[in-house]
């Protein structure tokens, strides 16, 4: 039996989703601009960037249509996953690129302002981080879909998607340029901690 809930979020899809090559056009320049902005602001600790990255970035868009494909059985959760990987790859090579750029500019400027984290966390402290992400992004996949159908929230949960996504994955496009592995590891673990704690509480909500 179809529900009127099932019903909203069909309509949701289909009035939010990539209908035209200049949707996706358009997602990806968000993508890249938000990634940018974003990373500008982990590199100056400067919070006006790293929430404008956030907001600018539009990286729920594929991830709930991912689920919600996944949930329904429709084969075009690949078409959806492989816009998950390729946003994933371009946060991460953003981080790369303004990594390699920044340590340019320290080398020539002595203290010229940016910063990549070089210190390693503890065994302790990544524990502690890693059940922190996983407690707030489960919680947050229970309100995400009913956010996209409560135009006063969704935005809100939106932000808090796109948070536990983008900054992990440019985190890690930061220490690559500075050939830290144990933190590329700890912030990719990060990313994936937040991505299954996402991704389980969102499925049982459609679930239920």
């Not at 907001?55 to 868009?61: A, M, N, V």
């Not at 075009?76 to 990987?85: A, N, P, T």
């Not at 059940?131 to 939106?158: Q, R, W």
Request: hydrophobic residues 45%.
């Amino acid at each position: 039996m179809i529900t009127e809930q099932q019903i909203n979020f069909d309509n949701y899809f289909k009035r939010n989703y990539f209908k035209t090559p200049k949707d996706v056009l358009t997602y990806y320049i968000r993508a890249v601009i938000g990634g940018t902005i974003g990373c500008i602001g982990i590199l100056t600790d400067n919070f006006l960037f790293k929430g404008s990255g956030i907001l600018i970035s539009p990286f729920g868009t594929p991830f709930s249509s991912f689920i919600y494909s996944l949930y329904k059985m429709n084969p075009r959760f690949i078409f959806h996953f492989i816009h998950i990987l390729i946003s994933g790859l371009i946060f991460v090579g953003i981080g790369y690129g303004c990594g390699k750029l920044a340590n340019e500019f320290n080398d020539i400027h002595d203290n010229f302002g940016f910063y990549i984290e070089d210190r390693e966390l503890t065994p302790r402290e990544k524990r502690e981080k890693y059940i922190s992400h996983f407690v707030v992004t489960f919680a947050l996949g229970f309100l995400l879909f009913n956010s996209l159908i409560i135009t006063d929230t969704s935005m809100i949960i939106g932000v808090g998607l796109t948070t536990s996504i983008l900054l992990p994955l440019i985190n890690c496009g930061l220490q690559m340029s500075v050939n830290n592995i144990n933190n590329i590891k700890t912030y990719f673990n990060v990313f994936l901690i937040n991505f299954t704690g996402l991704s389980i509480s969102s499925l049982l909500t459609l679930m239920i």
